[in-house]
Every structure is written in structure tokens, then in C-alpha cells.
């Protein structure tokens, strides 16, 4: 029986076959999912994947860690650095106190540059959220989750640690403390207000349907998450006359 690692790469080899696609490109940002995606695309086309680098207002650090992990897969990058864009349209655009507004920006304008490339290159855009983020709705619509593929889409957060061990992604990308990169000093587990591994526990018992042993306050705040968000997993909703 193939491993899930053989059957991911096959996966997306078929995908792009499927849709006459010479590739994939990604978006790097440093953190073990983009890892993971980018170690995945590399086996799946070693001559026709690419790495977007796409800093917007970015720490260096996480910059540095895509690189890094580009340089150990061989893997070719592109860096197209979004902070005068971003900037651009926030001085177009009406202001607002909503931070939510101008964060999500970021990967609405990292969505529409890997796009382009796919489109220059004859590529599938793969996206890197996992099933974790998706059924909370934990990422921006049109941005992060605007993609061709999900090859983590059935992955929850806990279990990409040891995917990308196997992947052969370095400890310290696989250690480091997750974020979107919204803002500075923004990290996930803190916007969300449950750990990853809580969070995949309440989950995985909503689907058993047996939350007997879940803490209320935190199964009542997923589940009014999932329902929140369900406009985000479903394709657009058209009248039906």
C-alpha cells in the first residue's frame, strides 16, 4: 500500500494533468504548512514548482525560514515584496478602525500575485490550509483560501508535525509558533483563543458526535465558529428560479 506522502504526490500529479497544467505554485511563508505544501510539490514535479516569497509588512525571521527551507528543497522561488501595494491601497481606500479589514488584504494581495503566476507559468495554484483551519473558517476568503488544491485539506493541525518530519522539513519551521502573518506579533493560536490541539480534540468529537467529555463554554464557541463561517466552504450560492 502507498504511503500518504506517495499518494499526495500522485494526487496532485493527476490534478494538474487533469487540468493540463504544466506545475504548481505556492506561496512560502515560512511556517510548517507552506513546508509541508512545498516539500510535497517538489516530489510532485521536481523541474516545475515554484515558491512564491511574499512579504507584506513581514518579519524577517519568517522570510529567512522560506528561504532556508527553498534552499533544502532546491526548490525555485520567486520574492515579490507586497508593502508598497498594501500600502497603497490603504491610502485609496477609505479608513476604518477594523483591523480585520486591512489585515485581510494581505492575503487577498498574496492570493491575486500567485495567480499571476499561475497564470505565466500554466501552473495549478496550491493552497496550503489545513482541515483544522477550514472547518473553524480560520482564513480569509479569496486570500488564503483562494486556491486550485488542497493537499492538506484532510490534515488536522496536529498532524502536520509529523507529516513534515517525514517530509524532511527542518525542526525549527516545524517548531515555530504558527501565524498568519496578519500583523505584527499576531499568532494563531491567540486570535483564536483555543490551542491546536484543544481546538482538534472538540473537533474530531463534534464529528464523532460525542462531546461528553468537551468543556461547553469551548465546544459552544466552535461550533458558533463552523456555523459563522459556512459561507466560506461552500461554492457561491446562486437564486434558482
Same mark, same amino acid.
Given at each position: 500500500?502507498?504511503?500518504?506522502?506517495?499518494?499526495?504526490?500522485?494526487? %496532485?500529479?493527476?490534478? !494538474?494533468?487533469? !487540468?493540463?497544467?504544466?506545475?504548481?505554485?505556492?506561496?512560502?511563508?515560512?511556517?510548517?504548512?507552506?513546508?509541508?505544501? !512545498?516539500?510535497?510539490?517538489?516530489?510532485?514535479?521536481?523541474? #516545475?514548482? =515554484?515558491?512564491?516569497?511574499?512579504?507584506?509588512?513581514?518579519?524577517?525571521?519568517? $522570510?529567512?525560514?522560506?528561504?532556508?527551507? !527553498?534552499?533544502?528543497? #532546491?526548490?525555485?522561488?520567486?520574492?515579490? $515584496?507586497?508593502?508598497?501595494?498594501?500600502?497603497? =491601497?490603504?491610502?485609496? %481606500?477609505?479608513?476604518?478602525?477594523?483591523?480585520?479589514?486591512?489585515?485581510?488584504?494581505?492575503?487577498?494581495?498574496?492570493?491575486?500575485?500567485?495567480?499571476?503566476?499561475?497564470?505565466?507559468?500554466?501552473?495549478?495554484?496550491?493552497?496550503?490550509? #489545513?482541515?483544522?483551519?477550514?472547518?473553524?473558517?480560520?482564513?480569509? *476568503?479569496?486570500?488564503?483560501?483562494?486556491?486550485?488544491?488542497?493537499?492538506?485539506?484532510?490534515?488536522?493541525?496536529?498532524?502536520?508535525?509529523?507529516? /513534515?518530519?517525514?517530509?524532511?522539513?527542518?525542526?525549527?519551521?516545524?517548531?515555530?509558533?504558527?501565524?498568519?502573518?496578519?500583523?505584527?506579533?499576531?499568532?494563531?493560536?491567540?486570535?483564536?483563543?483555543?490551542?491546536?490541539?484543544?481546538?482538534?480534540?472538540?473537533?474530531?468529537?463534534?464529528?464523532?458526535?460525542?462531546?461528553?467529555?468537551?468543556?461547553?463554554?469551548?465546544?459552544?464557541?466552535?461550533?458558533?465558529?463552523?456555523?459563522?463561517?459556512?459561507? *466560506?466552504?461552500?461554492?457561491?450560492? /446562486?437564486?434558482?428560479?
Amino acid at each position: 500500500m502507498k504511503s500518504t506522502i506517495e499518494r499526495i504526490v500522485v494526487w %496532485l500529479k493527476e490534478q !494538474a494533468q487533469k !487540468a493540463e497544467k504544466k506545475g504548481l505554485v505556492l506561496g512560502l511563508s515560512g511556517g510548517v504548512d507552506s513546508a509541508c505544501v !512545498a516539500a510535497l510539490a517538489k516530489r510532485a514535479f521536481p523541474d #516545475n514548482s =515554484l515558491g512564491l516569497i511574499m512579504p507584506c509588512e513581514e518579519s524577517s525571521a519568517d $522570510v529567512e525560514m522560506a528561504i532556508k527551507l !527553498a534552499d533544502k528543497l #532546491n526548490l525555485p522561488t520567486k520574492k515579490v $515584496v507586497l508593502d508598497r501595494p498594501y500600502k497603497s =491601497l490603504l491610502e485609496i %481606500l477609505p479608513s476604518t478602525e477594523n483591523k480585520i479589514s486591512k489585515a485581510n488584504l494581505k492575503p487577498r494581495l498574496r492570493m491575486l500575485t500567485l495567480y499571476y503566476f499561475a497564470n505565466s507559468y500554466e501552473y495549478l495554484v496550491v493552497g496550503t490550509s #489545513n482541515k483544522t483551519e477550514i472547518t473553524i473558517g480560520y482564513c480569509t *476568503k479569496y486570500g488564503d483560501s483562494g486556491a486550485d488544491l488542497l493537499p492538506l485539506g484532510e490534515f488536522y493541525k496536529t498532524e502536520l508535525k509529523e507529516l /513534515a518530519e517525514k517530509l524532511g522539513v527542518p525542526n525549527e519551521i516545524i517548531l515555530r509558533k504558527p501565524s498568519a502573518g496578519l500583523w505584527a506579533g499576531q499568532f494563531d493560536e491567540d486570535e483564536i483563543g483555543i490551542s491546536y490541539p484543544e481546538l482538534d480534540k472538540i473537533i474530531k468529537a463534534i464529528e464523532d458526535v460525542n462531546t461528553s467529555g468537551i468543556d461547553k463554554p469551548k465546544l459552544d464557541k466552535v461550533m458558533k465558529m463552523i456555523e459563522n463561517s459556512g459561507h *466560506k466552504r461552500q461554492l457561491i450560492p /446562486a437564486f434558482q428560479r
